[in-house]
């Protein structure tokens, strides 16, 4: 098992030699970044299949999946150490976005998607 | 097997505390990560003293109070519904006060309203991919890319030598912790796998540390 090290920010401050920060990746609120990506590129890629704003998710037979990359790794906005239990809640997540878009697509026909 | 250390850092968390996930830390932090500095003028490099970077105002302050008398004799999610609501919000702001520092040595960090600028009316109500915005006064505030706050002040939270950083040493506390007694499997009877998924889920939402190594930039 390899564990990395994290990358302290640049000094700013004389205080962050001492005391360094730590840059985030993702955004710090409970956004959705995990759901959405933390840049307007990867929210945007993942909305490029579906009409209505909806995520892209792949039909197979009956069931809806998450698309996969070239590797087989699962798109979404965050995906590192995934297992099923990852792919189970980002899939409910997804799905119940477009659900949304759906009910709001229904309730005020009038607006673009 | 690759594992992000921020994953492996918060199970070591929850196996210790996992009163560290309660709901109203985690309220506190996931709204206002990064945001305490109320003013920057009160900032000052006093890295003796253990200075709250956030103030509440007096009518908060005497809130705070008098649910901390009532939580005495009943917890906040015992209370009816709403007014347990006012406790959260209560203990969010003592939590904000006390337990949120910022990552920086000053506010200007998180921008203000000149420097950056609102490019879009739609961002008022609309979500900023970047996390921008959620504060008009300081657009920067938990942005991707800034350093995450803290849960205690800077001064002390000095870069570990080699020797603190393994001491005690992981391998040791996964064997206290994870290690099965006499051959036998621990049952952990407080949560289940869901759990697990769930909390791993919103750490994903929340933080992901550069990493040395790591090929994604910011």
Not at chain 2, 2 to 31: E, R, T, V, Y
Not at chain 2, 113 to 127: F, M
Not at chain 2, 196 to 213: C, L, R, T
């Amino acid at each position: 098992m390899e564990v990395f090290r994290t990358k302290p920010d640049k000094v700013r401050d004389p205080s962050d030699i001492k005391c360094p920060g730590y840059n985030n990746e993702n955004t710090a609120w409970w956004d959705g970044s995990q759901i959405y990506g933390s840049s307007e590129e990867a929210t945007q890629a993942l909305r490029t299949k579906l009409p209505d704003g909806k995520l892209t998710l792949d039909e197979i037979g009956a069931a809806s999946f998450l698309p996969r990359d070239k590797d087989g790794n699962p798109l979404t906005g965050f995906n590192s150490n995934w297992w099923l239990g990852m792919e189970m809640l980002h899939t409910l997540f997804a799905l119940e976005h477009n659900a949304i878009c759906d009910a709001l697509k229904a309730a005020y026909p009038e607006m673009t998607g | 097997m690759l594992l992000k250390q921020d994953d492996l850092s918060i199970s070591i968390l929850i196996l210790l505390n996992f009163s560290a996930m309660a709901p109203p830390n985690a309220a506190s932090n996931g709204a206002s990560n990064g945001a305490h500095v109320s003013n920057g003028a009160k900032q000052e490099p006093a890295h003796d003293k253990l200075l709250p970077a956030f103030q509440p105002s007096l009518p908060e302050r005497v809130g705070i109070g008098a649910f901390k008398l009532l939580n005495k004799v009943v917890p906040w999610y015992k209370l009816p519904g709403l007014i347990g609501a006012f406790n959260l919000a209560f203990l969010r702001l003592e939590l904000r006060q006390f337990n949120l520092h910022d990552g920086y040595a000053s506010a200007e960090a998180q921008g203000n309203s000149e420097s950056i600028p609102l490019p879009d009316d739609r961002y008022l109500g609309a979500r900023h991919s970047d996390g921008k915005f959620n504060s008009l006064e300081m657009p920067l505030m938990g942005c991707k890319g800034l350093r995450f706050g803290r849960n205690f002040p800077r001064h002390m939270c000095p870069k570990p030598t080699e020797e603190e950083l393994w001491t005690p040493n992981p391998r040791l506390i996964s064997d206290k912790f994870m290690a099965r007694r006499d051959g036998k499997f621990i049952p952990a009877t407080t949560l289940n796998l869901l759990a697990a998924a769930w909390i791993q889920f919103q750490i994903h939402d929340w933080f992901n540390h550069v990493q040395v190594g790591s090929t994604a930039g910011v």
